[in-house]
């Protein structure tokens, strides 16, 4: 009974194991793909965000959504958001509520470059 109990549980580990690297490798996918559609919003945004940066140390995707709407910009899916920051230039460096409405007040990160 024990041994069955031991490899249930290192099944189970191994299922989650696997489950997470499903799950990484279809985020990193879906950042591929809304980064080749969404290049025209995502070439317009990422100078923006190191521009922010550069004047406040810090950005988050509500200061470059209050440019976008003021601007009339917008993405052409809800996930180019989040790529904006993809890539190793950018770290984040805390969280914080999102003041953007549609955010419905979320956590969203705080990035700076490295």
């Not at 200061?63 to 709407?69: L, S, V």
């Not at 003021?70 to 790529?83: F, R, S, Y």
């Not at 770290?91 to 990035?111: A, D, L, M, Q």
Request: a positive charge; hydrophobic letters at 40%.
């Amino acid at each position: 009974m024990k041994d069955l109990l031991g490899d249930f549980v290192l099944e189970c580990a191994s299922d989650s194991v696997n489950a997470r690297k499903t799950g990484e490798m279809l985020k990193r996918e879906g950042i591929a793909k809304v980064s080749v559609k969404g290049a025209e919003f995502l070439a317009w945004a990422r100078p923006l965000a190191k521009d922010i940066f550069a004047f406040d140390g810090e950005v988050t995707t509500d200061e470059i959504r209050y440019w976008a709407d003021q601007n009339g910009i917008k993405p052409h899916h809800p996930n180019c958001w989040g790529a904006i920051f993809a890539g190793k230039e950018w770290k984040c460096v805390g969280r914080r509520r999102s003041t953007w409405p549609s955010n419905h007040s979320r956590e969203i990160k705080i990035w700076r470059l490295k």
